[in-house]
């Protein structure tokens, strides 16, 4: 009685354990390798690999693979790769259809009526995923994080406090402790230009402000991008509209799309020339104006 | 004591809401104004005029179904996994040698079906022309495809492919659908009107054959017959739920062998950038479901669509037009009841109550097709039903005029007074 109960139990317990996950590379781009029991071997299209290996990406190669035949994920930066820690995408949404449903059908009473264009502030919630500290100082989550290229663009932020001198620090992101540039400025904020000859293109900084003599902890992402990686998204960003459009039009559609990749600098250029090449257009004055306010650009 | 008195308190509010609804369910008037929405769709509907050309509403939706929500929205494939028995290798933009290389190699990974999805319409380079032939001569579980048309006798015939001869196996690539639209349906057969026995079958009804003969006999049963393709999987940039390889890969040697041997592989044109509408239909797995849209697949992801049906005997059934009507007179009747009870008893609440009721049973009803056909496949058509509940309101108010003239006229019983409203 005593083993029924216990292969019983460790039958529900097996059936209980998850299923170990097989990625299969579906494709691939340069050199590509697996270790797998200590053997490492170069991989093929349909090869089967189980959680246990070990993909390793040489400089300029790309491997897509399948999870449980379900998810499809890219890697495409080089390194050694467990991917026993790609867990996350394996998980399939089995979300019922009566519960899809609700949600598509609240979703579509709920939405606005007009274009994404036509409402900027209502499409552009693409902030940062965390909040960090609590402090006198606010800085809009719209400044974390940004990506910056070229540009005039103020960093700003508001003060909860009376005080009337403010410090701004940049940190590398070796070490976020200690900055290596602090400056003192007595407005809400400071423009990119100061600031931008401290720093080398393609790589990534943290910003603060805080009360002079006093501490803030919530450290803003600042990427300082390659004028190649910048022209390229542009030139992306250019090339999906295939029919006819208008110079104003594109400038326009180029700035909110910067804008929601976070080029904030870039964008305000766009959205300035978009309202200059068609000044009777009131959406592209209107959207230049809401821009200029929610960045405190004076 | 108050457990008993909210008890009966929820009682009483069940059986006066169950009241409103049938208080007036077995009136003749409640019968006879459900009997007119009817007559006003028959007349409306056989009208010689197209009242819809300028109704923008009408136009947007020429083309749409309510079960393609639940293909773009509703992420019915989420969950889908890869098809393993289908393997698609893009001939890109190979030419006629190219495409010969292609076959050469994939025949050597030996897959159990290879099924060329491109028509030659004729002859172009010699020698590239020869290379090609002799390559689909020489593998004889290569699939050829063809597209039908009908000569001046209104024979049907195999054209499109130079290469085609009686020896090898083909089988038609066209959809009964126009280009513009989206494609929902496809023949497995068809049969010559005057030589019944003279018939085609459909590309991937040819690779049935081949793959899985026992499958193939069943599907000869559904010669003529429009048949629902239940789409499953997609093939996108951030979606792959069929095996895809590039052809460089293939070429190279870069693919496992097990990935292709035993399977049926499709050879095919493919392309992901969402902007590349070559060879791409409309289908129901559209991101847009209504109104102006580019096409979202590629045509051989189409005939794996189909594969996967046939082969996971996944097929849709579809509820026959009298089921329909019939389900459409009874939430027409029950609805018509519950709003001939405002009208009367409640009128100030009348439109307030209608409009609500008309909100809620739409999104009810478009739930419960999606659920019928999600879960037992069966593709109920809602639109008739939906018609109806929109028409009832106008029609209790016509109703209610010809009720009142029928009794001065001729002594007509109806529960509708003169000037009532």
């Keep these: 009685m005593r083993t029924l109960i216990a292969v019983l139990i460790l039958s529900f317990w097996m059936h209980r354990l998850p299923a170990q996950n097989q990625f299969l590379i579906y494709s691939l781009k340069g050199n590509v390798s697996a270790i797998e029991n200590n053997k490492e071997e170069k991989v093929k299209v349909g090869k089967l690999l189980s959680a246990t290996s070990t993909l390793k990406l040489d400089a300029g190669a790309t491997v897509s693979l399948i999870c449980n035949e379900v998810n499809l994920f890219t890697l495409s930066k080089p390194g050694n790769y467990q991917l026993s820690k790609f867990g996350d995408s394996c998980n399939v949404n089995r979300s019922s259809l009566s519960a899809s449903y609700l949600k598509f059908v609240w979703a579509q009473l709920t939405k606005p009526s007009a274009s994404v264009g036509s409402n900027r502030n209502a499409y552009m919630q693409t902030t940062g995923a965390v909040t960090r500290s609590l402090n006198d100082i606010w800085i809009d989550p719209r400044l974390d994080t940004i990506n910056y290229c070229e540009g005039d663009f103020p960093l700003s932020w508001k003060c909860y406090s009376d005080a009337k001198e403010f410090d701004f620090m940049l940190f590398n992101s070796s070490n976020i402790l200690e900055p290596f540039y602090t400056t003192s400025v007595k407005k809400l904020k400071i423009s990119i230009p100061s600031f931008i000859n401290r720093l080398k293109p393609g790589n990534t900084y943290y910003w603060i402000a805080a009360v002079k003599g006093g501490e803030n902890e919530d450290r803003k992402v600042f990427n300082y991008v390659k004028k190649e990686t910048y022209e390229q998204l542009l030139k992306k960003i250019k090339s999906q509209i295939k029919g006819y459009e208008s110079p104003a039009e594109e400038a326009f559609r180029t700035a909110f799309m910067l804008e929601d990749a976070h080029y904030l600098a870039e964008a305000y250029q766009y959205y300035q020339k978009a309202a200059s090449l068609d000044s009777a257009n009131v959406l592209y004055r209107s959207t230049l104006m809401a821009f200029k306010k929610d960045y405190e650009i004076k | ?421």
């Design chain 2, 1 to 421: 004591m108050s457990m008993e008195k909210h008890h009966g308190h929820s009682q009483k509010k069940k059986q006066k809401i169950h009241h409103r609804i049938t208080k007036y369910l077995y009136e003749k008037d409640t019968l006879f104004a459900t009997l007119w929405v009817f007559i006003f769709i028959v007349v409306l509907g056989s009208l010689p005029l197209n009242l819809g050309f300028l109704n923008p509403v009408k136009l947007n939706l020429k083309d749409f179904d309510f079960s393609d929500i639940s293909y773009s929205k509703l992420s019915k494939d989420q969950a889908v996994p890869v098809d393993s028995n289908i393997v698609i290798i893009n001939i890109a933009n190979y030419d006629r040698e190219g495409i010969a290389y292609l076959i050469e190699k994939t025949a050597s990974y030996e897959p159990k079906v290879i099924g060329l999805d491109a028509t030659f319409p004729g002859p172009k380079e010699p020698e590239k022309d020869s290379m090609l032939r002799n390559t689909i001569r020489k593998h004889k579980n290569l699939v050829l495809a063809v597209k039908y048309l009908t000569d001046s006798t209104n024979k049907i015939y195999p054209a499109e492919n130079y290469f085609l001869e009686d020896s090898l196996s083909f089988g038609y690539v066209n959809f009964p659908h126009l280009l513009t639209e989206t494609i929902r349906t496809y023949y497995p057969f068809r049969s010559d009107d005057k030589e019944k026995q003279l018939m085609l079958p459909s590309f991937t009804s040819a690779i049935i054959k081949k793959y899985k003969p026992e499958l193939y006999d069943g599907l000869k049963k559904k010669k003529d017959k429009r048949t629902i393709i239940n789409y499953t999987r997609r093939l996108s940039q951030t979606k792959a739920q069929y095996y895809k390889i590039e052809p460089e890969a293939l070429l190279s040697d870069n693919v496992e062998p097990s990935l292709l041997k035993g399977k049926i592989v499709l050879l095919g044109y493919v392309n992901l950038d969402p902007n590349d509408i070559q060879d791409k239909k409309f289908t129901p797995m559209n991101e847009k479901y209504y109104g102006k849209t580019i096409p979202d697949m590629n045509g051989i992801v189409v005939h794996a669509n189909i594969l996967s049906m046939i082969l996971e005997k996944n097929f849709v059934k579809k509820m026959p037009a009298w089921g329909n009507i019939l389900l459409a007179v009874l939430i027409c009747w029950l609805h018509m009841s519950l709003f001939i009870h405002y009208y009367i008893e409640s009128h100030i609440w009348f439109h307030l109550a209608a409009k609500i009721a008309q909100v809620a049973s739409a999104i009810l009803f478009v739930w419960l097709g999606f659920y019928l056909y999600d879960r037992f496949r069966l593709k109920v058509d809602m639109k008739l039903s939906l018609l109806t509940i929109i028409l009832a309101v106008d029609v209790i108010y016509f109703y209610e005029a010809w009720a009142i003239w029928m009794n001065k006229k001729f002594h007509y019983n109806t529960i509708f007074k003169p000037h009532h409203h």
